[in-house]
Nanobody
Framework: QVQLVESGGGLVQPGGSLRLSCVAS????????MGWYRQAPGKQRELVAS???????NSADSVRGRFTISRDNAKNTVYLQMNSLKPEDTAVYYC?????????????????WGQGTQVTVSS
């Protein structure tokens, strides 16, 4: 069994900052790309930012320059530092990770999701 557990969401005023964390735990051989997605009410889930195991990053135009993704491979953790938050950043933020596992002697590579954490930007 594996788990991705997010934390760090909450209510913040426009212009404020939050730092999200996501820890992967369980029977994991290795972790590939990790990413943050978000879904606002009535909208599709969208990629916010992603990072490879080697540290290469990618981010959406709407957050570039404000959000920074990073990871600590030793802790199986990915972070999302969010600065200069805007009301339009309000959404449920989900962590995603590509995990390589050994399941009954067979190597599997699959994407896993966390349960989501709410971020609300409002005055």
């Amino acid at each position: 069994q594996v788990q991705l557990v997010e934390s760090g969401g909450g209510l913040v005023q426009p212009g404020g900052s939050l730092r999200l964390s996501c820890v992967a735990s369980g029977s994991i051989f290795s972790i590939g790309r990790m990413g943050w997605y978000r879904q606002a009410p009535g909208k599709q889930r969208e990629l916010v930012a992603s990072i490879t195991s080697g540290g290469s990053t990618n981010s959406a135009d709407s957050v570039r320059g404000r959000f920074t993704i990073s990871r600590d491979n030793a802790k199986n953790t990915v972070y999302l530092q969010m600065n200069s938050l805007k009301p339009e950043d309000t959404a449920v933020y989900y962590c995603n990770a590509v995990l390589t596992r050994d399941v009954s002697g067979r190597t599997t590579v699959d994407g896993y999701w966390g349960q989501g954490t709410q971020v609300t930007v409002s005055s």
